[in-house]
Each structure stands twice: as C-alpha cells, then as structure tokens.
C-alpha cells in the first residue's frame, strides 16, 4: 500500500505506531465499543495463507490465555486490498528492550516486571503452550507499570501446526542451544529464553556476546556464559543454572527461578517477602495484580555492566546460517540487496524486505527469491556452505514511446536502428543510452533514456530549410547567388 488506511475492517484508523520489515502496526479505534485498539498488518505482497493461519492461532491463543499479564486479541480477519489484519488490545507504555536500552533496571523495577511476566508464561505454559520467542521485544510495559507479554504468532501446542518449510523459529540471540541445534521447543526453551531477559533486564547486556552473530550463537551452544563484571557469586550461581546446555539441568520451573532470584538480591526483608508471597503463587488460579515496589532502600543492590552489548550487533551479522553442525536441521540466514528493501521469498514463503535480521529457518531451503519494482527478480540456489548473501538486483529494462510530427522518423538506440515512429523501443536498464529520431528534410532528434521520464508527445522535428533538404543547402545557394550578381 502507498498510503495508510483510514480505516481496517470496522475500525478507524487514527495514526501508525510502529512499521517494520514485516508490517506496521497501526493506532485505532472501536467505532461501537469506543476503545482504542492496536491493529497489526503484514506488508503487502506478504499477506499469504500462513500469515493469516498464524494471526487465527494468535488469536485463538489469546482467548484461550484471557491473563491480565497477556496482550488481549479481540478480532483478527482479512481485508481485501490490504491482507492479514489483528485486533489487539492498546497498551499505552513502552517496549521492554527500550526501556532496556536506557540503562539496566535497578532489581526491584525489574522484579516488579520479571513476577509479571512469569505469571503470563506460567499461564501459557499450563495450556500446554510453548511460545517460542521470549525476548525483550515482545514484552510490552504500561504507563500504569503492568508487564503485557505478547506475539503469539509462532506459538503452537502439541499439534505443531506450522508446516511451513521456512518456518520462524525466533529470535536467534535469545534461543536455548538445543532450540539452535535442530530441536524442538519446550517450555523448557522458553525458560532460557526467560532467563536470558531477566538477565539482560538487570545488566544491560548477555552473556554469551561475540564479534559477529555467528560467534555469539556460537557460543550460546557450546561455551560457558561470561557474566557482568561486579555481579555476585550468588546471582551468577543462579544464571549459571539457568543457562545449563542440558535443559534436563536447568530449573524445573520459573517459580523455582525466580525464587532463587529474589533469595540472592539484596534486597529490603518486607520487599523480599512479598515477592516470594507473589511468585508462589504462580501457576495457581489466584488473580494477579500489578506487583508495586516501594522505594529501595539504602545499600540496594545494582549490577553495573561496563559493557553493553550493541544493539546493533545482531543487525552486524544479520540472519547468520548457525547450525555449523546440523545445516540441515535448521539456519540462519544473512540476506541483503544492492539496492536494498526487495521483498525475499524462501521457497514461496514471504520473509520480508532486504535487509533481513534475525530470521531462523527450520527444514529444507532450497530457493531465494528477491523482487523489486524497476528490477529483474532474481532467484538464487542455496548451498549447503551459504551463510552471509550480498545480492546484486539488476535493473529491468524499461520501454519508451515515441511519438513524431511529422511521423516516419527512424529510430536509433545507441547507434542501432530500431524501426519508424510512432515506435516502443525496449531500453536496457543498465547504463545510459541514447536515443536518435532522424527524418529527412528535418533536423536530427537527440536524448538519453531515463526510467520514469516522459518525452514530449508528439516530439516536433525542426523542418530544414533547403532544396534538397540537407543542412546548409539555403547558405550554399544564397553564397553562389551574390556571386554572379556581382
């Protein structure tokens, strides 16, 4: 679409919120309820049968859900023109990774959150759910200091239900190592991936951080974690646990996690208390509320990393092909176009423009595809070794119409003759080139192609003057004329 909606089934469209690779989200409002809303659409030309089967599970996964620590979606459906759409509910704050980007959170900010989200994940959890792309990213933080966990779009139960052979599988920095190697997620994953976000939460950065994406993944599946310098042994007893490579290993769950957590920071005895009071009761039928902190007191505990790691530096490596070991259980693959934002399909499958982050595909992938307007689609056959791809669209031929007064010029494209006009000649997209319009008695026409430029219509060729026509022929006769009077 060139141009925001105003309106999205029976919602009014009143401004945009955010727009990615993949889509835009938009701000509008319940003409009948009167309630504000966040409407999620996928970019056009991805807006295929899978998209929509994943907004329906969203959807279905929401309803089922119904936690006051979980986005609410309240409609989902397709409109012509436009595609895939989501109805969800409005949660006036910000993201979680942008809170984060601001600095760590002090530990009874970020427990007030983490119990939240823990109650939320818990609760997808008992419904036999596993999420499969904790991250900062998809946490929402209210005004009002309520955690929302959100994107249920690649969520799925036991059924596994997405079939697609260029499956997401998440986000590649926050997944467990068994997830990296091939194998299926687990509540157990999600886990990890809970506890990589806590982390992050308290630190401003990972743990397993690298020089490129490749080497942080790397590490996610074969090296210890390197924790914050000035972190207690205790804290770092803790996440050392929760990221065992066995999952078998790590804390059974969250509860259990979080409990270890709070025992370890040093934190006011009442405070201390109640957050134990709060995360034992995860998993049971009691209603959460927003977990409120006092003030911290006097000696708090705060974990001061000297170093963040770059948000850019997932973008650095971009989609990186992981599985050095298991290439064909699942990749990582770093895509980019010159220019850039073509559309990429992976074997039909849309995956957004060009260039792609973070995009890990499980099965058999065999063909990429880029298309942009005003270039030639391109289609490339991925090899075993293929990690990083730097693509090179080339520009489409473009055809120009040519109109003459009088008609009958003849036609030349760098040099070449192309027929009489009035003519269509096919331009190569490739370079300049020039075009030559010539005519008897007329003088020569000149230009260089150029996409998206008009020419006149008709173009009107100067009439020579002269008996026969050719340049000069006027000059000539009127010289031998003044001779002979004389």
């Given at each position: 679409?060139?141009?925001?909606?105003?309106?999205?089934?029976?919602?009014?469209?009143?401004?945009?919120?955010?727009?990615?690779?993949?889509?835009?989200?938009?701000?509008?409002?319940?003409?009948?309820?009167?309630?504000?809303?966040?409407?999620?659409?996928?970019?056009?030309?991805?807006?295929?049968?899978?998209?929509?089967?994943?907004?329906?599970?969203?959807?279905?996964?929401?309803?089922?859900?119904n936690h006051p620590s979980a986005i609410t979606v309240f409609d989902v459906g397709e409109e012509p023109d436009l595609?895939?759409?989501?109805?969800?509910?409005?949660?006036?704050?910000?993201?979680?990774?942008?809170?984060?980007?601001?600095?760590?959170?002090?530990?009874?900010?970020?427990?007030?959150?983490?119990?939240?989200?823990?109650?939320?994940?818990?609760?997808?959890?008992?419904?036999?759910?596993?999420?499969?792309?904790?991250?900062?990213?998809?946490?929402?933080?209210?005004?009002?200091?309520?955690?929302?966990?959100?994107?249920?779009?690649?969520?799925?139960?036991?059924?596994?239900?997405?079939?697609?052979?260029?499956?997401?599988?998440?986000?590649?920095?926050?997944?467990?190592?068994?997830?990296?190697?091939?194998?299926?997620?687990?509540?157990?994953?999600?886990?990890?991936?809970?506890?990589?976000?806590?982390?992050?939460?308290?630190?401003?950065?990972?743990?397993?951080?690298?020089?490129?994406?490749?080497?942080?993944?790397?590490?996610?599946?074969?090296?210890?974690?390197?924790?914050?310098?000035?972190?207690?042994?205790?804290?770092?007893?803790?996440?050392?646990?929760?990221?065992?490579?066995?999952?078998?290993?790590?804390?059974?769950?969250?509860?259990?996690?979080?409990?270890?957590?709070?025992?370890?920071?040093?934190?006011?005895?009442?405070?201390?208390?109640?957050?134990?009071?709060?995360?034992?009761?995860?998993?049971?039928?009691?209603?959460?509320?927003?977990?409120?902190?006092?003030?911290?007191?006097?000696?708090?505990?705060?974990?001061?990393?000297?170093?963040?790691?770059?948000?850019?530096?997932?973008g650095a490596g971009l989609l990186l092909w992981v599985a050095f070991f298991r290439p064909d259980r699942s990749r990582?693959?770093?895509?980019?176009?010159?220019?850039?934002?073509?559309?990429?399909?992976?074997?039909?499958?849309?995956?957004?423009?060009?260039?792609?982050?973070?995009?890990?595909?499980?099965?058999?992938?065999?063909?990429?595809?880029?298309?942009?307007?005003?270039?030639?689609?391109?289609?490339?056959?991925?090899?075993?070794?293929?990690?990083?791809?730097?693509?090179?669209?080339?520009?489409?031929?473009?055809?120009?119409?040519?109109?003459?007064?009088?008609?009958?010029?003849?036609?030349?494209?760098?040099?070449?003759?192309?027929?009489?006009?009035?003519?269509?000649?096919?331009?190569?997209?490739?370079?300049?080139?020039?075009l030559r319009l010539t005519l008897d008695g007329h003088a020569p026409w000149t230009t260089v192609a150029e996409r998206?430029?008009?020419?006149?219509?008709?173009?009107?060729?100067?009439?020579?003057?002269?008996?026969?026509?050719?340049?000069?022929?006027?000059?000539?006769?009127?010289?031998?004329?003044?001779?002979?009077?004389?």
């Amino acid at each position: 679409m060139s141009l925001d909606p105003s309106t999205i089934g029976r919602y009014k469209v009143l401004g945009t919120l955010g727009s990615g690779a993949m889509g835009t989200v938009y701000l509008a409002e319940d003409p009948l309820l009167k309630r504000p809303l966040a409407i999620k659409v996928v970019r056009e030309g991805t807006g295929d049968a899978e998209v929509l089967e994943r907004f329906k599970r969203e959807a279905e996964i929401s309803a089922r859900l119904n936690h006051p620590s979980a986005i609410t979606v309240f409609d989902v459906g397709e409109e012509p023109d436009l595609g895939p759409f989501l109805v969800m509910e409005f949660v006036e704050g910000e993201c979680l990774s942008d809170r984060i980007r601001r600095g760590p959170l002090e530990p009874e900010e970020a427990l007030g959150l983490l119990i939240q989200a823990g109650e939320a994940l818990e609760a997808v959890h008992a419904l036999g759910i596993v999420h499969r792309d904790i991250k900062p990213e998809n946490f929402m933080v209210g005004r009002d200091g309520r955690m929302k966990l959100m994107d249920f779009g690649i969520a799925r139960n036991d059924d596994g239900r997405l079939t697609s052979t260029a499956a997401f599988l998440g986000t590649p920095a926050y997944s467990a190592p068994e997830v990296l190697n091939g194998a299926r997620a687990t509540a157990a994953s999600d886990r990890w991936s809970f506890a990589l976000t806590a982390y992050e939460m308290l630190t401003g950065g990972l743990p397993f951080s690298g020089e490129s994406v490749g080497a942080t993944l790397y590490r996610i599946i074969h090296d210890a974690p390197v924790f914050a310098e000035g972190m207690p042994p205790e804290a770092e007893a803790v996440f050392r646990r929760a990221f065992e490579k066995d999952p078998s290993l790590r804390f059974g769950d969250l509860r259990t996690f979080l409990r270890a957590l709070v025992e370890v920071l040093p934190l006011d005895p009442a405070l201390r208390s109640g957050c134990l009071a709060r995360i034992e009761a995860l998993g049971t039928e009691t209603s959460p509320g927003t977990l409120r902190m006092p003030p911290a007191p006097a000696g708090r505990f705060t974990v001061r990393s000297r170093w963040i790691w770059a948000a850019g530096a997932l973008g650095a490596g971009l989609l990186l092909w992981v599985a050095f070991f298991r290439p064909d259980r699942s990749r990582v693959l770093s895509i980019e176009s010159r220019p850039g934002g073509a559309q990429v399909f992976l074997d039909g499958t849309p995956l957004g423009q060009t260039p792609l982050r973070q995009v890990v595909v499980k099965g058999k992938a065999e063909t990429l595809r880029l298309e942009k307007p005003d270039f030639q689609p391109l289609e490339v056959r991925l090899k075993s070794e293929d990690r990083d791809l730097s693509l090179r669209l080339q520009p489409a031929p473009f055809e120009v119409s040519l109109i003459t007064e009088p008609a009958g010029a003849e036609v030349f494209l760098d040099g070449e003759s192309k027929g009489r006009t009035p003519a269509t000649v096919s331009v190569p997209g490739e370079g300049a080139h020039q075009l030559r319009l010539t005519l008897d008695g007329h003088a020569p026409w000149t230009t260089v192609a150029e996409r998206h430029r008009p020419l006149p219509e008709p173009i009107r060729l100067q009439k020579l003057r002269g008996k026969k026509g050719h340049p000069g022929d006027g000059k000539i006769k009127k010289f031998f004329k003044g001779i002979f009077q004389k």
